[in-house]
């Protein structure tokens, strides 16, 4: 914010900038950033209520108002890792193919750019992760990528509702580039689930196995290869924690042993990149937006911790 006004005005008392954390000055520009946020307000091909596209804006809007302090590590991690904001990205809305193809596109430059910064995807819809996930792929040769999926659904439909590029088919579009991990899925079809039982490379947690016991995260990381992309699809948790957002399934996992997990990826895995997607912001109740800040601020806590112990 006050790089964009003149020097005598800057110590006036503005608002903090509509970066993610509100950060500002260094710890928020590209040259010293260790993580890059990436907002694709994308919404199309939906199945029931919409509003996915003003999910990036109120994730970052909430975002300004955690507190940078991390009581878990002890630490300011956000300012210590340093994240930079990038604009709002603009993909065609000639349908969900070409836009897929486009962003594709985009994480090729992005990803070139990044060097070994961490790049979040905030969505936005489900249906144009595959192109992060392929991009990522992309860039390990000879090494197989495996997907961390948080979903109540599957999204393993080969096509939904005529589109192969459904947010219902978002995952097969995936599998056969990279291997994949779902957890907390509650939602699925019959076809879907003779895929996971035909596909050695597919290893689902069903949510009525994580709900009593905590043996799933064991299973989880021991399925997972060294480098991971996370997708998280805020469905994935339990409607009472999550009710914004446009499928809405009962049974989802709660926020601690979920944070339990992403910190042991973290620190037991190479995590390459992450996308949180499917929020769509609901008028007069502002907690679901700040559930998925606090959820992007853990994980970037988390990356930067795992930073500090190999650095
Ligand atoms: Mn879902």
Redesign the pocket.
């Known amino acids: 914010m006050t790089d964009k006004i003149p020097a005598a005005l800057a110590g006036l008392s503005w608002e903090l900038p509509r970066n993610f954390l509100g950060l500002e000055g260094e710890p928020a520009e590209w040259e010293n950033a260790g993580v890059v946020i990436l907002p694709t307000p994308y919404e199309s091909t939906v199945s029931y209520q919409g509003g996915t596209k003003r999910g990036p804006a109120a994730i970052i809007e909430a975002s300004r108002y955690i507190e940078l302090y991390d009581q878990e590590l002890d630490a300011e991690p956000g300012p210590a890792v340093g994240v930079v904001t990038l604009p709002g990205l603009h993909l065609t809305s000639s349908g969900p193919q070409a836009a897929v193809a486009e962003l594709r596109e985009v994480y090729d430059a992005i990803l070139e750019a990044a060097g070994g910064r961490l790049v979040i995807g905030l969505g936005g819809e ?1 249906s144009i992760t595959s192109a992060p996930v392929l991009a990522h792929a992309a860039r390990l040769p000879g090494e197989r990528l495996s997907i961390l999926q948080f ?3 599957g ?1 393993l439909r080969l096509e939904y509702e005529g589109s192969p590029y459904s ?1 219902a088919s978002v995952m097969a579009r995936c599998i056969d580039d990279a291997d994949l991990v779902a957890v907390g899925i509650r ?1 699925i079809t019959s076809d879907e689930r003779a895929l996971i039982r035909e596909r050695d490379s597919i290893t689902t947690i069903f949510a009525e196995e994580m709900w009593d016991n905590e043996e799933w995260i064991d299973r989880a990381l021991a399925a997972l290869g060294d480098k991971v992309f996370i997708t998280f ?1 805020v ?2 948790f339990d409607p009472s924690l999550m009710p914004a ?3 809405p ?1 009962p049974g989802g996992p709660a926020w601690y042993p979920t944070l339990k997990l992403l910190r042991r990826v973290f620190a037991e895995k190479t995590v390459v990149g992450a996308d949180v997607v ?1 929020l769509a912001p609901m008028g007069g109740n502002a907690a679901p937006d700040f559930v998925v800040a606090k959820l992007v601020y853990k994980m970037i806590a988390y990356h930067w911790a795992a930073k500090q112990t190999r650095d």
């Open positions: 489900h979903d109540a659904h999204d947010h939602a699809d469905d994935y957002t446009g499928t399934e499917e």
